[in-house]
């Protein structure tokens, strides 16, 4: 038998370490383009923990800046924009949220204010029925509302022209 020749062994270890480059490189994840409008749509979910009244999209801080880069890094590495808010909320609790998620005892965050609306409502309802039966009544009684004698008097002088 024949031994190879020494330049089909080196093309076969070349061939070899390629398809070995080519297996490792064809098993991580690619990186996915991110527009930054999705990174400003997460980020505009995610309070600030240095102003706290801006979320992170509007913050000029520089946490924010690395927030926005995290999320943008997440993103990027594939992630849904739920599993990135969810990093954050793991990370700071639910505080981290801008507008808090509509489940068990934050549904009072979101229905007290309907109900404060619907209360105040109903007393300028029963408030202004008072006053127009009030005014309805004495107006069937035929009566103006009783002044005494020295009130009507006085009334009647301010009333004449001067002399």
């Given at each position: 038998m024949?031994?190879?020749?020494?330049?089909t062994?080196?093309?076969?270890?070349?061939?070899?370490?390629?398809?070995a480059?080519?297996a490792t490189a064809a098993?991580q994840?690619p990186?996915?383009?991110?527009?930054e409008?999705?990174?400003?749509?997460?980020?505009?979910?995610?309070r600030?923990?240095?102003?706290?009244?801006?979320?992170?999209?509007d913050?000029?801080?520089?946490?924010?800046n690395q927030?926005r880069?995290?999320v943008?890094?997440?993103?990027?590495a594939?992630e849904?924009?739920e599993q990135?808010?969810?990093y954050?909320?793991?990370r700071y609790?639910?505080?981290?949220?801008?507008?808090?998620r509509r489940?068990?005892f934050?549904?009072?965050?979101?229905?007290?204010?309907?109900?404060?609306v619907a209360?105040g409502?109903?007393?300028?309802?029963?408030?202004l029925?008072?006053?127009?039966?009030r005014?309805?009544?004495?107006?069937?009684?035929?009566?103006p509302d009783?002044?005494?004698?020295a009130m009507?008097?006085?009334?009647?002088?301010?009333?004449?022209?001067?002399r």
């Amino acid at each position: 038998m024949r031994r190879p020749a020494p330049a089909t062994l080196l093309t076969l270890l070349a061939l070899t370490l390629l398809g070995a480059l080519a297996a490792t490189a064809a098993a991580q994840l690619p990186a996915t383009a991110v527009s930054e409008e999705r990174v400003q749509e997460v980020a505009a979910q995610l309070r600030c923990v240095v102003c706290q009244n801006l979320s992170v999209a509007d913050s000029p801080s520089e946490m924010a800046n690395q927030m926005r880069a995290i999320v943008r890094e997440r993103l990027r590495a594939g992630e849904r924009p739920e599993q990135v808010v969810q990093y954050f909320v793991d990370r700071y609790g639910e505080w981290i949220l801008l507008a808090p998620r509509r489940q068990g005892f934050n549904w009072l965050v979101w229905l007290f204010p309907v109900a404060a609306v619907a209360v105040g409502l109903a007393v300028v309802a029963v408030v202004l029925r008072r006053w127009t039966l009030r005014a309805a009544r004495g107006a069937a009684a035929g009566k103006p509302d009783a002044l005494d004698p020295a009130m009507r008097e006085r009334i009647r002088r301010e009333l004449e022209p001067p002399r």
